[in-house]
């Protein structure tokens, strides 16, 4: 493993996360204030739905990120199996539980969204099941981690689970051109440009940002635990051995 | 700027905007809090062992991923 | 707990986890995949009196009407193709107005009327601030319905 690129090495992308991690928190933590100071204060209400229009800023950012985590995990999942990276399984392990928390906040603010709006907290339709079966996906791929004692072992399972689950991403974001669904179309990201007003676009734009920001400062944080919990193991392994 | 109780009521979604924000504002900070405590705990376990490897030490072959 | 008692546990949660997942998944494929149907879908399959299904489409203009009792409200759902009368008795999202998306669950009465037992609203992709929409549509530039 003498041939790792050099972020690939641990020890240099601690000292290199280590270095980012503070100016990355402090542009999150700017941008985060700016983005909820825009959504409540700025933004102006939606000529159909009021003041609701504005879950939207926490609630469209949430179903950003959920999707990206889960590229992020699924990209190190495959890198850490076709070069047998231990960063790159770690880094799939330390993207889950933000993948999940994402996803959590994107069903829950859609719950809170849809009664008012669409008048039912909850409807099985291919967008929402989509994105549960994506949260059940990131529970299922945690759990893994935890079944297997074995490192390697896990870490092998829990990347071909998470590859498996790379199908429902493209369902996800298709879901509401494909199929007839209580959830309308995309408003941001569609062909013709977005469908949304700059004085309401600005507002989620930022917010998106915030969310990729914060995103960034906790995998890093997760990623160095794991990284160090790493250097237990192997030390307690070495000591083990006498 | 309109008055601060008419902010606070959303025009009738407070019960909904309030509550997706908080929402937000909670499951976030847990984590944060919840990924920085799992890093200081990991950081004293290391600390704790004998024979710490130094940090700046490359990783050796045969480390386990 | 014993480590092996935890791995159970942990590998008892996990497929129970992904069996959810699978069900799930394989329950929105067999019949949820298609939340509603058109009223032109309707014309063209011929449901049957009493079958329940949802009927989606968009409130027709100036077809909301209110019955006698004061809870009964009735309309008509369309495609701009076909469209079916619907009469419904119960709560209204705030979003059901004329002119937008609606998703209605129930079924067709022997007259072809649809009853619907629940109305949901279903909002379209655009937002905007009033003054916007109200400037779009004094411009004649207003896309929508």
Redesign the interface.
């Given at each position: 493993?003498?041939n790792w690129h050099r972020l690939a090495?641990?020890?240099?992308f601690?000292e290199w996360s280590r270095r980012v991690r503070p100016w990355t928190g402090v542009a999150t933590a700017a941008l985060l204030a700016t983005g909820?100071y825009l959504s409540?204060f700025v933004a102006?209400?939606?000529?159909?739905?009021?003041?609701?229009?504005?879950?939207?800023f926490?609630?469209v950012p949430?179903a950003w990120m959920a999707l990206f985590a889960y590229a992020v995990m699924a990209v190190a999942s495959a890198a850490?199996l076709i070069w047998?990276?231990?960063l790159a399984?770690?880094t799939a392990k330390a993207a889950a539980?933000?993948g999940a928390?994402f996803t959590?906040?994107a069903l829950?603010?859609g719950a809170?969204?849809g009664?008012?709006?669409?008048?039912?907290w909850w409807?099985?339709?291919?967008r929402l099941?989509?994105v549960?079966?994506l949260f059940?996906?990131y529970?299922?791929y945690i759990?893994?981690w935890?079944?297997?004692?074995d490192?390697?072992r896990a870490?092998k399972s829990a990347a071909i689970l998470a590859l498996v689950g790379v199908v429902n991403i493209p369902i996800i974001k298709f879901s509401v051109d494909w199929?007839?669904?209580?959830h309308?179309?995309?408003?941001v990201l569609?062909m013709d440009g977005p469908?949304?007003?700059s004085?309401?676009l600005t507002p989620l734009l930022v917010m998106g940002a915030a969310f990729a920001g914060?995103f960034v400062?906790?995998l890093s944080?997760?990623l160095?635990?794991e990284v160090?919990?790493?250097?237990?193991?192997?030390?307690?392994?070495?000591?083990s051995r006498g | 700027m309109e008055s601060v109780s008419e902010f606070l009521e959303m025009g009738g979604y407070a019960p909904f905007v309030w509550p997706a924000f908080a929402i937000a504002a909670a499951v976030l900070t847990l984590l944060l809090a919840w990924s920085l405590r799992d890093l200081r705990r990991e950081r004293n376990l290391l600390d704790s062992l004998p024979g710490r490897r130094s940090e700046t030490r490359p990783a050796e072959a045969g480390d386990d991923p | 707990m014993t480590r092996r008692r935890r791995r159970l546990y942990f590998i008892v949660s996990s497929l129970t986890m992904l069996g959810v997942a699978t069900a799930l998944a394989l329950n929105a494929f067999r019949e949820n995949l298609v939340f509603f149907h058109s009223p032109s879908e309707i014309a063209e399959k011929g449901i049957p009196a009493e079958r329940r299904f949802r009927l989606g489409g968009i409130v027709e203009e100036n077809s909301v009407a209110q019955g006698n009792d004061g809870v009964t409200i009735s309309f008509r759902v369309t495609d701009t193709a076909a469209s079916v009368p619907v009469r419904h008795r119960g709560l209204l999202p705030d979003l059901f107005r004329e002119g937008q998306g609606v998703v209605a669950d129930g079924s067709l009465d022997k007259d072809g009327t649809f009853i619907a037992t629940e109305i949901l609203a279903k909002h379209d992709e655009t937002y905007m601030p009033p003054e916007v929409a109200a400037a779009l549509k004094k411009a004649g530039r207003w896309q929508g319905e």
């Open positions: 493993m003498a090495n641990p020890t240099l601690l909820v409540l102006p209400r939606d000529y159909q739905q009021g003041d609701a229009v504005r879950i939207m926490v609630h949430s850490g047998k990276s231990p399984h770690l539980p933000i928390s959590l906040l829950a603010t809170l969204w009664q008012p709006m669409w008048g039912t409807v099985w339709d291919a099941t989509s549960l079966i059940f996906l529970l299922g759990a893994l935890q079944a297997i004692d490192h390697a870490a199929w007839n669904t209580l309308q179309p995309a408003s569609r469908s949304i007003h004085s309401l914060y400062v906790v944080i997760r160095e635990r160090l919990a790493r250097q237990v193991r192997t030390l307690r392994r070495v000591q | - | -």
